[in-house]
């Protein structure tokens, strides 16, 4: 089970206070056009090993990212949803999904800490479990989106294949 984002966020700033790193606060650092190193936060999920290796580095500058779970990324996701071309149930199974995130409308769902060294950007991130449910429900919808790309050919539709 995922620490209570919240609170590891207040402990995560306390522990940057004290060991006096400088903190930026970024967007997500792992789409960035720098090589992403990605720490094993499944195995070793306490950020502390993460920023040790920044200071044994001798690395002072951290980014910190916070996401927070809107109820605009439901809007989005529903409109989406809208738009696609599947079966009643398949659009209604959905639906309920996305609409069971709702409750955490406001929650932080993802933090990141990042720092860059010799052209690479190294980053921690942890996610809570709903919202890697959230990601899948996302990955549905843009899969179902390419299928309707793929039959509609090249031109979307509007040509004739003859």
Not at 23 to 51: C, E, I, N, Q
Not at 108 to 134: M, P, Q, R, S
Request: proline residues 2%; negative net charge; glycine residues 4%.
């Amino acid at each position: 089970m995922r620490p209570n984002l919240d609170s590891l966020t207040e402990e995560i700033q306390q522990y940057l206070d004290s060991e006096q790193f400088v903190v930026f606060r970024s967007y997500s650092r792992s789409g960035t056009d720098s090589p992403a190193v990605l720490w094993d936060s499944d195995r070793y999920p306490d950020f502390r090993m993460f920023l040790e290796c920044a200071a044994k580095l001798g690395v002072r500058l951290v980014t910190f990212f916070q996401r927070e779970f809107t109820s605009e990324h439901r809007e989005n996701a529903l409109s989406q949803l809208d738009d696609l071309d599947l079966s009643r149930e398949e659009k209604r199974d959905l639906k309920r999904r996305i609409e069971e995130l709702a409750v955490y409308e406001g929650f932080l769902c993802e933090i990141e800490l990042a720092f860059d060294y010799e052209g690479h950007t190294y980053v921690f991130d942890l996610e809570t479990e709903w919202y890697e449910e959230w990601n899948e429900i996302m990955d549905e919808l843009e899969d179902s989106f390419g299928e309707e790309d793929e039959e509609d050919g090249p031109y979307g539709g509007y040509f004739s294949n003859n």
